[in-house]
């Protein structure tokens, strides 16, 4: 009894030890699992650092290529920017300058050519009305006054130094008592030329406008209404200045001199004409006409008497 009862406490004792043991053993199974998990990761992380490695290494590269570029985008924009230039230069868009010249040339030929054809329609028929007078009627009376202007101009310097040179050579103090020509008296002969010219045209708008009561009688259509009647002295004061440059004086004089007179005649046949409204008799008519007119023309002819009076005392002994 006594035999079997130890042998059956040695084997409780193994039993208790075992399963004091058993805990541990457990503990090392878990330990030896989670390593176990734990070891792929440790075994992938060296696998994972050279893709890494690579990324980054690939990410420098890509930096530095975009830094390279960058700096050679830089030192292109100048290139670039020059070509862009020479291109606009070139560009057929730009207008060239020789083109602009040719161009503005051709559309002076043409207008030249267009006022010459105007001004023949004009001497063949004075008394007609074109649609092409309202363009031509400024030119009209441009052309007059630079004209006219030009061979009196002409005619005071040729007719100062010529005759009255030969008088200086005698009397040293002679030539005094005559104004100078300077660019003054170029700008006072044009003013007093433009406002003589004027002054007919201003003469017949206040008849048409307060003596026949016509309202739909303008500065404008005064204008036109005597551009075609100003084509003859256009065309005589042009010869004429032509003439006055050199020196041809009494021709010229001349010439101004009709130009003047058909220019009256023009503003006569203006202030004449009665319109179709007019109550008024027309002898009276008539004579208030010329009242208005030469009162209108009467005041012109003083503003340009102050601006000219020395100059024509230049040609009074000519």
């Given at each position: 009894m006594t035999q079997e009862w130890f042998e059956s406490a040695d084997?409780?004792?193994?039993?208790?030890?075992?399963?004091?043991?058993?805990?541990?053993?457990?503990?090392?199974?878990?330990?030896?699992?989670?390593?176990?998990?734990?070891?792929p990761v440790v075994e992938e992380n060296p696998q994972a650092n050279p893709e890494d490695k690579e990324t980054s290494e690939e990410t420098v590269e890509t930096e530095e290529i975009a830094e390279k570029s960058e700096k050679i985008d830089e030192s292109e924009e100048p290139v670039k920017e020059a070509?862009?230039?020479?291109?606009s230069l070139e560009s057929p868009f730009l207008p060239d300058s020789t083109s602009a010249k040719t161009a503005l040339f051709a559309v002076f030929k043409e207008e030249l050519a267009d006022l010459w054809f105007w001004l023949q329609g004009a001497l063949k028929e004075p008394t007609a009305s074109i649609g092409s007078d309202k363009k031509h009627s400024y030119n009209a009376f441009a052309l007059l006054t630079i004209f006219s202007a030009t061979s009196f101009l002409f005619i005071v310097y040729h007719a100062k130094q010529g005759y009255y040179g030969r008088m200086a050579s005698i009397d040293a103090h002679f030539m005094e008592q005559f104004p100078s020509l300077n660019l003054f008296s170029v700008f006072s002969i044009l003013v007093a030329t433009s406002l003589f010219f004027f002054s007919i045209i201003m003469g017949g708008f206040v008849v048409k406008r307060f003596v026949d009561q016509d309202s739909d009688w303008t500065l404008e259509r005064a204008f036109q209404a005597h551009s075609r009647l100003l084509a003859i002295p256009v065309l005589l004061t042009g010869i004429a200045s032509f003439f006055a440059l050199f020196n041809g004086l009494r021709f010229a004089v001349l010439l101004c001199l009709i130009s003047i007179g058909l220019t009256l005649l023009a503003n006569l046949y203006i202030i004449s004409r009665p319109s179709k409204d007019s109550q008024t008799d027309p002898f009276y008519r008539l004579l208030?006409?010329?009242?208005?007119?030469?009162?209108?023309?009467?005041?012109?002819?003083?503003?340009?008497?102050?601006?000219?009076?020395?100059?024509?005392?230049i040609l009074a002994f000519m």
């Open positions: 084997f409780e004792k193994t039993a208790n030890n075992d399963k004091k043991d058993s805990p541990s053993d457990s503990v090392l199974l878990e330990e030896d699992s989670e390593t176990r998990d734990e070891a070509s862009q230039k020479s291109q208030l006409a010329f009242l208005v007119n030469g009162g209108v023309l009467f005041l012109f002819f003083l503003a340009e008497m102050a601006l000219v009076f020395d100059y024509l005392r």
